[in-house]
């Protein structure tokens, strides 16, 4: 079973996933879709952790540390932030792999943090890029500026189309396409971290009422 499922914070999604589990569906994958397999294992209990991982061994140890702690990764990769642990203790249905409210915040945080970084790294390459002289800042507007042949819009008939479709291709994967990949994603990453703060509002509106 696959389900598309957005949530407002962290407790509310493991709310759902145990709710899941009480319906004899346990998580096997998440990326933009969850995938549940059926299951005799009722009851499980989830916590989702939010770590991105350069380091192979790095991710490796940390799942480790949980596993010795008594939980088992089920989805989640090195780069996806969203980590998906299932309790080895179904007794327990309070197990949390937190020791207090504020390191359930500290998820949110890592992923404020991470945010950040992308747009600042990102914002940094969009001006080293109008800096380069390589870049006019009209194409946004105006794509007949990503074209350089000389006099192309004064040329008509057949003479026009030949240099056109000569240079389209150049224009677009060199020039139009990279430049519309980085603002689309500086938006992506603003958005990233706006949700990343309304979440945590949104977790501690959920632990009070609970």
Known sequence: MKKFKLFSSYSAEEKWLNEQSNLGWKL???KLLYT????TENSLVYAV?????????????????????????????????????????????DASIFSDRESSHHRYKKKMINSIQGIGSLLA???????????????IMEPRYAFLTPGLWEKSGMAFWKSFLFELPFALIFRI??????????????????????SQSQERKFENEN
């Open 28 to 30: 096997v994958k998440k």
């Open 36 to 39: 549940f397999h059926k299951s």
């Open 49 to 93: 952790d939010y770590r991105i991982f350069k380091n192979k061994n790095d991710y490796q140890d940390y799942l480790n540390l949980f596993q010795d702690s008594g939980w088992i990764h089920v989805a989640g990769s090195r780069w996806s932030g969203e980590q998906y642990f299932i309790s080895l203790s179904n007794e327990d249905k």
């Open 125 to 139: 390459y969009l001006v080293i890029v109008l800096l380069s002289g390589n870049f006019d800042i009209r194409m």
């Open 177 to 198: 396409l990279p430049v519309i990949l980085i603002i689309g994603y500086i938006i992506l990453m603003v958005i990233y971290l706006l949700w990343a703060f309304y």
